[in-house]
C-alpha cells in the first residue's frame, strides 16, 4: 500500500517562497507519477503540476514559471519549489500518486493521496 506525506506547507507573505515535500512509501517509487493538487476554501480541488517517472512536467497555467517539481529518486520525495506566491495560491495542497502520468495529469481516479498541507500566502 502506498503512502504518501506532505510537508513544507506554512504562511508567507505575497511574494515570498516555499518548497513542499511530498515523501512516498510502501511501493516501488521509480513506478509512479507524482501529482500535486490543491484545494482553496470554497471551491473544488484543482490540478497544479505532475511529475513522470522519466522526470517530465507539466504545470498549469496559472503557475507555470514560479512552481516548479523535481523528484528524488534516492529519497523517494517530490519537491515542489513555489516562488512568487501570490494570495490566491493559498490552499491545501495534496500529493498524489498513480503508475499512469495520464492518470495524474488527469486528475481522475488517482489512486492514492496523502492528507495534505496547509500554504497559507498573505496579502
Known amino acids: 500500500q502506498v503512502q504518501l506525506v506532505e510537508s513544507g506547507g506554512g504562511l508567507v507573505q505575497a511574494g515570498g517562497s516555499l518548497r513542499l515535500s511530498c515523501t512516498f512509501s510502501?511501493?516501488?517509487?521509480?513506478?509512479?507519477?507524482i501529482g500535486w493538487f490543491r484545494q482553496a476554501p470554497g471551491k473544488e480541488r484543482e490540478f497544479v503540476a505532475v511529475?513522470?517517472?522519466?522526470?517530465?512536467?507539466y504545470y498549469t497555467d496559472s503557475v507555470k514559471g514560479r512552481f516548479t517539481l523535481s523528484r528524488d529518486d534516492a529519497k523517494n520525495t517530490v519537491y515542489l519549489q513555489m516562488i512568487n506566491l501570490k494570495p490566491e495560491d493559498t490552499a491545501v495542497y495534496y500529493c498524489?500518486?498513480?503508475?499512469?502520468?495520464?492518470?495524474?495529469?488527469?486528475?481522475?481516479?488517482?489512486?492514492?493521496w496523502g492528507l495534505g498541507t496547509l500554504v497559507t500566502v498573505s496579502s
Open positions: 498524489a500518486a498513480d503508475q499512469f502520468y495520464s492518470t495524474v495529469k488527469a486528475g481522475i481516479g488517482i489512486k492514492y
Open positions: 510502501g511501493r516501488s517509487f521509480q513506478q509512479y507519477a
Open positions: 511529475i513522470s517517472q522519466i522526470d517530465s512536467t
